[in-house]
């Protein structure tokens, strides 16, 4: 019976072994789903080994490691769902900000291709003035020409929450149109961010021809940082969106388009928030004269900064600490 143990437990120790490090990783939260797909199957196999254990070694050292190897198991893969703040608090504290700094790279080109539009947008209308009677709004060129910002009569028309609630929806809708516009190969994506930046760029530099930079610059400098930094977000979702579609690798193309659109997805989600607030700040501070311009500039920069520091080093520590026991240990 002796050597008949020793042969079952010098066989199956190294999928143990590998359940165990399975459940470290899933109490730390570092497990990525094919990791959890295996940590199931393990556990199926442990769950096996234990009833021949129970068998034919009872009360053995390996039935009693066995025991607990299964209810540690049992318990991590059926343990009840974690409260919902629980989850959201771990989704903006790690999962978000993670996944942008992983996919800054298509975030980066949505700048770029926004940052293109702005540029042609501007050199057309200085360059040629006409080009204003294309590119922006008639309603808009009418106030510039009278030498009035189309923002002054906002608060007039409507009190400062109605006005607030329906620039947060308009800018929700915009980022969701940026993001799911990458379903046709990223075309649609790159457009609306070329476009929105040349429509920017053609009404700024009407303003700045006009002679109302101050004006303009007075309405943007408090939402405009975070605003088109979550712009830029979408339109990097997207793009990796059509990414998958484009280039799958190796993967089918509707499986290469499942496991990216879930990051994508991350994105747009983590942006809502923000995005409500940010219109808070738009219906508020940005219109009228309330506030000078230099406060609505310092808070602006202030809060883009905050943005892009929490974006850049939100969830570091928690992946250093998780990180710490792998180093170790290899």
Request: aromatic letters at 8%; glycine letters at 10%.
């Amino acid at each position: 019976m002796a050597q008949a143990l020793t042969a079952f437990v010098a066989q199956k120790r190294e999928g143990w072994k590998s359940l165990e490090g399975l459940l470290e990783r899933q109490r730390a939260g570092t497990l990525t789903l094919e990791e959890l797909r295996t940590l199931d199957t393990l556990y199926r196999r442990a769950a096996s080994d234990l009833a021949l254990a129970q068998t034919f070694y009872p009360d053995t050292d390996a039935h009693r490691f066995l025991n607990q190897l299964c209810a540690r198991a049992y318990a991590a893969i059926y343990q009840p769902p974690r409260e919902r703040w629980a989850a959201v608090r771990g989704f903006f504290r790690r999962d978000f900000p993670r996944t942008l700094r992983r996919e800054l790279g298509f975030v980066g080109a949505s700048a770029a291709l926004f940052c293109l539009g702005l540029l042609l947008g501007a050199l057309v209308v200085l360059w040629e003035p006409r080009g204003a009677e294309l590119l922006v709004p008639s309603g808009v060129r009418q106030y510039v020409a009278q030498g009035r910002m189309w923002t002054d009569d906002i608060l007039s028309v409507a009190p400062p929450n109605s006005v607030s609630s329906g620039i947060a929806t308009n800018n929700l809708t915009v980022t969701i149109l940026t993001f799911a516009m990458g379903i046709f190969a990223g075309l649609g994506t790159m457009f609306i961010l070329v476009n929105n930046g040349v429509q920017i760029g053609a009404i700024t530099a009407l303003c700045i021809r006009e002679g109302m930079t101050v004006g303009f610059l007075d309405f943007i400098a408090a939402h405009g940082p975070v605003e088109l930094s979550i712009i830029v977000i979408a339109g990097g979702a997207g793009l990796m969106v059509g990414q998958a579609l484009v280039d799958p690798g190796e993967l089918p193309r509707s499986q290469a388009l499942a496991l990216r659109g879930r990051e994508a997805v991350k994105l747009v989600l983590g942006c809502a928030p923000f995005l409500a607030c940010i219109g808070v700040v738009e219906g508020y501070v940005s219109p009228g004269d309330l506030f000078p311009t230099w406060a609505k500039a310092a808070l602006g920069l202030s809060l883009g900064g905050l943005f892009w520091a929490y974006l850049l080093r939100a969830g570091r520590a928690d992946a250093d600490t998780t990180d710490a026991p792998e180093v170790s240990a290899s």
